[in-house]
């Protein structure tokens, strides 16, 4: 005796190709939109930062390009969706050749873009630890930045008769009137002014 199926419940059936189409393009959405974000990305990148070698200037064009398929692909899938589903309604077709190609691009597109993307902040990166290095040893050689702005301070105690007297600027008047001893005639002039 042989093993009868039981009935299949349509209304089931129905929810469970509602929810596979439903997820079906929920992962074209998602990668339109990871891919609309990586091309944000770059684009911040680029502009901040900058390549720092033709190698990663190159890695931004491949990655930018690779993201910009994905966008174009998954906006000509969503066309293609609709175009597909009236042909199963009508019964026309049940596969489409160039949306399976489309979805296998879009997928591939976006992650080489993600891959390159990866790419380009490992040599960044690298690069901007090489250049941190080498700022540290050229300032390990000499004498750091802040030695070398002060450098010669020493001399100031050194520097004698040129800022012999130094002291006096803040004693007033009472102390240039001690040293008219020392003037030749300036100091006269000051007091004849005062007497005017």
Known sequence: MADQHPPRDEALIATLREAWVSTRMEKDKTLLALATGGIGLLTTLSTTVGPASKTELALYVVAGLSFGIAVVVAVMIFDRNSVHIEHVLNNAATEDKPLKWMDRTLLASFLLGLILTGAMAFTSGRAHLRKADKVSNESKEGAAPEQRSL???????????????????????????????????????TQEGDKK
């Not at 600027?169 to 003037?183: D, E, I, V």
């Open 151 to 189: 450098n010669g301070i020493g001399a100031i105690g050194n520097a004698g008769a040129s800022l012999n007297g130094v002291g006096k600027l803040g004693q007033g008047s009472g102390g240039a009137g001690t040293n008219t001893g020392q003037g030749s005639g300036s100091g006269g002039g």
